[in-house]
């Protein structure tokens, strides 16, 4: 069961108010998705997730093939009950990882063999396995299998990978049988004429979403930007829009700005586990000496938990002492930052306040950007 | 303000029911006190310790004089205010790590000169330094610096040690100001005379509580044993006995029936660590493939958070992963293991059936033991 309706749209922008129906419940989008790459948003517990207000969580098909196997979580029952999450779960096909962090590919149409990044055993991912490790996995939103090319790639090899992802999506599309909804991935790099050719091979295949794959990978914030605004006007108004990989706080608002409803990223985790917080004022870096003796929140706009609870003397002498509560803390605090914030971009666009939300938190965020809206 | 009621007495042994109160609460003995070496019981955040059950957690002053330092947390409002936790704390008086993890030691009558672990600077802790930071961190209950020695060591090492660790605790009961309760500490390794010459010279400074310490330092576990019930008839009835870095599940039931009130240990969260869970059954080692596949519960006799919620194949997933939700998990279910073993043990002791307990316990827990009570 899936369902996307369309809730508003903001007169200003392309900005859009949704909601998402599944099997394990309904999510407002715009949405930001953390992401549970083994089966865990690392660090935290299903019930912080839930306290938190996480909707969407994302699993990695990748990893959870080579551990524990696919096997092994259908027959726990799929994903929700092997990790006990109760919400709505979304996996990504393989494809990310299997171009980024898998060793000795080998690309043929058929699909992609390569050896485990854990410890060099050989597997293969195409279309139809990656269709068959999700639908063990039984997440409620599944993705297409695509080939993810690195930034920079020349135009031959974007044409080659975009015109494969086509193929490959058509061999996925065949393979459905379950009640998952199976997105559509749009790749073909910075290349206005690719982005577009594939925007239309595959909205042509009729999915109940549409991903926009391959940014985020290292280039320019702005041509980022105007890939998105680019794909706006293709990709079907009344299906669900999810910009992968995607991110900072100023790009979830600049994709909502520009039409996207799910964004998913390991930055919270990530950031938090290197000892960075998000705050209303900018990234935070608690390791500092500065915060030694501040016994001050850790943002002090911020109403989550650890705000409430713990000092930024008592959170840097955790991260300075390695120790795994200062981690925990930390990514609790970053995904419940990103959580709330998409919370306040939904609550503007009900208000029709999303241009100036977005121009005050900016503001406050210190990104210095033209207003060029 | 500390306060010892003797509640009630074993009539077949020497158990002892108790509640000891400070100014952050009242709480049952015999009591196991988690560890939370760095002002935190390794992964575990204070509300989860609130509803494990937790009274009193253990700090250690070795490990917070490096860092953040005593100054960090006497500015923050101490220990409490500092980790956020609201019942009560004991800190060690930094005796055992200076003499067990500490480089380049040098012992005088004045104390101990020694390098930090952690990066080799030079450090001092006596008496009186110990006193002094155990002040600044602000514990419930503070303990005497003493000569910790290893095992096995000779007579005369043993006596010299003990002799030391008596004139030190004139001098930690000299320092006392404030409200906070001063633990003396019984040594004299595995030599009875020296024990009970230790015990009479702690005794005669009249202390609110006694430790027996320089035990579980790898001597047989007979030895242990002998040696608590030795003491036993030395140490006040109407004072607390704390055994130290003590334990395992049939240590905590074997002291307890030797009269022991107060029991910490790093192993349950370290076990975990390692991938190991306490069960009524023993200890199981979560990372075995034979839990690959088995979906039931860590422990199906216990009633934890973790037990109710996660499956030995999941848990074994994020251990072999090593994903921090799985040391997490693991370590919440070990303190909790703990925890409501002492509650347990209590309930036997209000009902008049701690020996038929400790039998049912020892004989399910697979311990193979003499029943020679």
């Given at each position: 069961m899936f369902e996307f ?15 998402i129906s599944t099997s ?64 709505p ?51 409620d939103i599944i ?36 009640d998952q909804a199976l997105f ?23 999915f109940p979403g ?30 669900p ?133």
């Amino acid at each position: 069961m899936f369902e996307f309706q369309l809730v508003a749209k903001c007169p200003g922008t392309a900005a859009r108010l949704g909601r998402i129906s599944t099997s394990h419940g309904t999510v407002q989008t715009p949405i930001f998705m953390p992401v549970g790459t083994q089966a865990t948003v690392k660090t935290l517990a299903v019930d912080e997730l839930y306290e938190i207000g996480a909707g969407i969580i994302l699993a990695n098909t990748y990893h959870l093939n080579l551990r524990p196997g696919p096997e092994i979580v259908r027959k726990a029952g799929g994903l929700h009950n092997f990790m006990n999450y109760k919400r709505p779960i979304l996996t990504d096909s393989g494809g990310f990882q299997v171009f980024s962090l898998a060793r000795l590919r080998r690309i043929t149409e058929e699909g992609v063999e390569f050896s485990s990044h854990i410890d060099g055993s050989r597997h293969f991912i195409g279309p139809e396995k990656a269709m068959e490790i999700q639908q063990a996995l039984g997440a409620d939103i599944i993705m297409c299998f695509d080939e993810c090319i690195p930034y920079p790639s020349d135009y031959e090899y974007a044409q080659k990978a975009m015109e494969r992802t086509s193929r490959w999506a058509r061999r996925c599309r065949d393979c459905m049988s379950s009640d998952q909804a199976l997105f559509g991935i749009v790749q073909g790099g910075l290349f206005e004429d690719l982005r577009l050719r594939s925007a239309r091979d595959i909205v042509e295949l009729d999915f109940p979403g549409y991903a926009i794959g391959g940014l985020s990978v290292g280039e320019p914030k702005e041509e980022m930007y105007s890939t998105i605004e680019l794909l706006e006007g293709y990709l079907p108004a009344d299906k669900p829009r999810y910009l992968m990989g995607v991110g900072e706080p100023e790009d979830l608002l600049e994709g909502v700005h520009r039409g996207i409803d799910m964004f998913d990223c390991v930055l919270p985790t990530r950031l938090a586990r290197h000892g960075t917080a998000y705050t209303a004022k900018g990234k935070l870096v608690v390791r500092n000496a500065l915060y030694a003796e501040d016994f001050g929140p850790l943002d002090p706009d911020c109403d989550c938990l650890v705000c409430r609870q713990y000092s930024r003397a008592y959170l840097r002498h955790l991260i300075k002492s390695s120790e795994v509560l200062g981690m925990r803390l930390l990514s609790y605090h970053n995904v419940y930052f990103l959580v709330n914030l998409m919370k306040g971009i939904r609550e503007s666009l009900e208000n029709n306040s999303f241009l100036s939300f977005r121009r005050d938190f900016l503001n406050k965020y210190q990104i210095k950007r033209e207003e060029n809206t």
